[in-house]
């Protein structure tokens, strides 16, 4: 390793230690990766140079195996899919034009072939990750993205030639903002409306040869060049319309529904919708890996601004002559209030996204499936697949919470750290330009943020009713406490602790010290509870008044956008309780308070929400300021410390002020 | 005009009546351009060809006057300050680097000639008009941006050849970031500290060659280029190092501080400081438009994005078959409550942006001048004078508090337009990703936002002191009337319009109906000079308690952004009921609601702070949502109408997803 740790070395890397967690040896893997592998060109404006760049640069992942590392050991992988996701993340403090078409090529493009297809295109997978066979995920229409169940294009069965007809009906039909379409791909996963029989079946994936060999579209595709985007020029987008394009009926995706060559439909999942949600769900890896590649962007960010604020002098103190004695830009507690709390949430995203990874790991690799309630393992019983089939669930809802709370959470940050380098932010040469522009989209794709924390909402709304029915809505504590307790997250000891630390928070009298724990714990707790519980009570009645489905739902959004975030906040905190938990000795005391910070600015923020329904005093809730000033001032000289820690390589960091 | 008027069209062209304002007339002209000279060339990346398609639009504007607008009749100009202004902020409509090229050349490097100049100067004002004299304004150096006091060019007068040596005497003091630097300017304003006699005289500028006739660099003088950057490349940012550059003494603008030929140094203002800030603050022109660009590209932004959302269509309407009866973007509630309060904002902005314009040009066409104290007029009296220095601090501070605040309004809902026209918003054809990039640099540029804001809240400090000296702290009332009272805006009418509302408002028992306008400028009001008031005593026990000056201002570095912000927040109403005041009937009722909404959003934002400062009662807080929701369902039919009202000229839209 090449990290120079400072004079609090020790403390740096005993919090490495405890951030590189469960992946360690991964983490450290990538970074031993040559950085002109990884370090973006960011001098290249040309958009041909900067794609060609980059597929030369996956050619040389795909040669070190990088491809293989989430696939299934019987594909010729290592099938450690927590270190793929992991090691997708790590490329976030590279290329993120590499990463994304990392993501295209193994995430999405394999991931869908292992996933949604079967043994007779497994047998491509290995050409997928050697990258001998390029490909692309066509989801996206121009008129359809987040409604994916309403897609246009269509796959026909034609009994009489066993072949599938794919078709882009009309305009808004093409197949948008691909990834790898407009220059590499080959094979082309579509999704599009099956139809057998002359019956629809839903939305099924197929795959369509788009190019040759020699890289020309094949006959019936049309391919068009999405052209200069507001960054990730290095991955070319593209769009794809099909004009009756007549591909084999086996080139189905047929996991959850296949076509025998009479026609006939099959399905292991009855229930059209259930196997729609289905076939969705084998993607959450897409939004978990998107989650963590925010992550590392926001680090890499939050590393270049703190280095600079320590470097960077600017204005003299009081008393002092112009141009002496001037002060350094951390010192200021303004800066620090930029920085600091930025850098506290960040943590606590970094030890929610490791437990998210670690949750998608253990159950994609035990024995068993979760996802079709069938079961490839005779020894599984009935209550354990109903159990996985929660879990998946939980895994998808948690997925779609975090993707958008640290993407929204990387926009914010990024532009924080780019404001709090001025001008020098602004040139591309300090990088902050491209990851400002590359991250952008992330809130958007993989499922729009605001999309997302609907679904969030809806799931938390039928696990309330499950437990509750008709019943009335007392008790929804006992609901959460033991929604907590069913989840299939790896924390037990942690688990016990966040139980402990509530329950002798509660049992104390009086407001509660917001620098307790238990209490910090205890306030997001009933945040979450009572929204939640107040939007099942504000739904109910609307639905009994006989309210317009539509329109009680939609004047309730932003009571569902609410709950979701109040239900992410808890499960964040919660998560960086339980890193603490199992932290080094010598990061505990900087993690707590870093902790403090954290919780703290997320009160301040939400304090008005607290205070309206009675939550806080008037008295505490003026207090924050005064926290979160003593809190910046206890941390900064542990600044350096903390962005330290990250781990990124010093020749990666690739930014001429640091 | 081309603008195409909706079914809303009545509405749309009196709010446009209403928000074209006292240039209506300038902003038609600027409409009037043909839209091949300033719609972004968004497929251009390669940064030589951007840079030469600006240098080629800025002659074109050149050639039709453009340059001329602002200057005195007496330099062959029109004298019309304020349409300067509205002409660069017209030009936020169109190609943004076009804009800030055009904003160097005329703005920054012209107005310095102009203000910090004499007559033997002012003779080079047409050929700066015309461009046949392109030049760059070097202030900022590597080391020091914000801190302008603390420059470290040198310019040191040498009797023996009656020349000044300019010198960078480091690296750190390099200028830097400086447009038209890299590749245009031939002649510089270049910030130095000033010496002769061996005495240092502060900061002056000095007009120093920076490249010949055939675009070599001068002898001394080394040019770099700044490269690439997050936007506006197409201008030339670059970087100035001089070695011991000799030019004649006269190249010294010497209005504030001259030096006669045997190196006697003479200013009409006798106060180092006092000279200095006298200096900067004939500069304000530059931050005012700024604000003003920076409200333009917002409107775009909106424009754009209210345009998609009422296109696009995304999920059923419950009940109906997936892909059927889907519902338009901007039906749902939670995209009108991301778009339209930020829409209703961008109209109070626009109008406290007018209102600033109609001060600063008041300020600078009337006989006899302000900032020195001296006077052109014999007729001027001494309180005039008192009164005009009173009104050019004014201005200053409120310009960097509007600036600030518009570029930061800017930044987040460009950001917001982006992800509200999803994976389109992405796509640089559709303009979004240029506007955020461009409009980025904004928020530190022309003073850095957190910079001004303190500076605004140190001038409310002072008024404070001025006002009530020692005296006990109450009667801030009193203080902060007398200082709307005193104020030079021209809205006498509103003025008194303003206080009858709050006097009826506070007259009445209870709390206040928090869709009373009289209720809300007094909340805003109140909230003003209680931050201020406990600004004041903070700073003066901590003093008296004998703390540490640095720490003690960097303590409350917070309180004094939020005094900053509060103040704006309310100077930003008053010109919005002072808009709706003398607005178009027909404009009154939508503008009224938009209103509700812009103040609306602002307490719910801050409803922290006035339920801590029992200033709002929990049931109010409570219910601010619900009004929300309610402005946002009644405004939704008037959004594109509202967007219309801007008047930018459909061929300037140039999104392909308009």
């Not at 670690?358 to 019983?381: C, E, F, I, Q």
């Not at 519980?533 to 639905?543: I, P, Q, S």
Request: include cysteine; charge should be negative.
């Amino acid at each position: 390793m090449t990290q120079a740790l400072g004079p609090d070395g020790g403390l740096a890397a005993a919090l490495r230690r405890t951030l590189d967690g469960r992946w360690s040896a991964v983490r450290d893997d990538v970074r031993a990766l040559p950085a002109e592998l990884v370090v973006p060109r960011l001098e290249l404006t040309d958009v041909e140079a900067q794609r060609a760049l980059v597929a030369e640069r996956l050619q040389a992942l795909a040669a070190r195996g990088h491809g293989r590392r989430g696939l299934p050991p019987a594909h010729g992988g290592d099938g450690d899919v927590g270190g793929g996701v992991v090691a997708f993340e790590m490329l976030g403090y590279g290329d993120l034009s590499l990463l994304v078409r990392s993501g295209v090529q193994w995430g999405l493009f394999g991931g869908a072939v292992l996933s949604l297809g079967t043994e007779r295109h497994h047998e491509l997978l290995d050409d997928i990750a050697s990258l001998r066979l390029p490909g692309c995920f066509a989801m996206t229409e121009t008129d359809h993205g987040s409604d994916v169940q309403s897609l246009r294009t269509t796959a026909t069965y034609d009994e009489s030639t066993d072949e599938l007809v794919v078709h882009t009906p009309y305009d808004g039909a093409t197949k948008n903002y691909i990834g790898g379409a407009a220059r590499d791909a080959r094979l082309a996963v579509v999704f599009c409306q099956l139809s057998t029989r002359g019956k629809p079946r839903g939305v099924h994936a197929v795959l369509v040869p788009v190019r040759d060999q020699q890289g020309h579209p094949c006959p019936g595709v049309t391919v068009a060049d999405c052209g200069v985007k507001a960054g990730l020029n290095g991955v070319d987008n593209g769009r794809l319309a099909f004009d009756h394009v007549r591909v084999p009926r086996t080139n189905l995706l047929g996991r959850y529904g296949d076509i025998a060559p009479d026609g006939t439909y099959s399905s292991p999942v009855d229930d059209p919708d259930r196997r729609f949600f289905t076939m969705l769900g084998t993607l959450v890896r897409g939004r978990v890996s998107v989650a963590g590649a925010a992550g590392a962007a926001t680090r890499l960010a939050l590393t270049i601004a703190v280095r600079y604020g320590e470097a960077r002098r600017q204005f003299s103190r009081p008393g002092g002559a112009a141009g002496a004695d001037e002060v350094v830009l951390l010192d200021y507690r303004a800066h620090q209030r930029r920085l600091l709390p930025a850098l506290a949430t960040s943590y606590a995203l970094a030890f929610a996204q490791d437990e998210l990874v670690g949750v998608l790991h253990d159950l994609s690799t035990r024995p068993g499936d979760a996802r079709d309630g069938s079961s490839a393992d005779g020894d599984v019983r009935a209550d354990d697949v109903a159990g996985r089939q929660h879990a998946q669930r939980e895994l998808e809802s948690r997925a779609a919470g975090l993707k958008a709370v640290a993407t929204w959470h990387a926009t914010a940050t990024i532009q924080t750290c780019r404001e709090a380098c001025g001008g020098a932010g602004y040139m591309s040469e300090n990088r902050l330009p491209a990851l400002k522009a590359d991250t952008d989209v992330f809130t958007t794709f993989e499922g729009d943020n605001t999309v997302l924390l609907q679904l969030v909402a809806k799931g938390l709304l039928t696990a309330y009713r499950e437990e509750f029915g008709s019943l009335d809505t007392r008790g929804t504590v006992r609901f959460v406490v033991s929604q907590v307790a069913g989840t299939v997250i790896e924390r037990t000891t942690a688990l016990q602790l966040i139980g402990r630390l509530v329950e002798s928070a509660r049992s104390r009298d009086g407001e509660g010290d917001v620098l307790d724990r238990g209490h910090q714990l205890s306030l997001l707790e009933q945040r979450e509870e009572h929204v939640l519980d107040g939007l099942a009570r504000r739904l109910r009645r609307g639905a009994a008044d006989g309210v317009d489905p539509f329109e009680l739902v939609n004047d309730a959004q932003d009571h569902l956008l609410l709950a979701a975030r109040a239900h992410v906040d808890r499960v964040v905190l919660e998560a960086f309780v339980a890193g603490i938990d199992r932290c080094d000795d010598d990061a505990r005391e900087v993690l707590e308070r870093l902790a403090d910070l954290h919780v703290l600015s997320l009160l301040e923020r939400e304090r008005g929400w607290f205070l309206e329904h009675g939550r806080m005093s008037t008295r505490t809730a003026r207090s924050l300021p005064g926290h979160l000033d003593q809190l910046c001032a206890a941390l900064r000289p542990h600044a350096s410390a903390l962005v330290d820690a990250f781990g990124i390589p010093e020749e990666w960091l690739g930014a001429t002020i640091v």
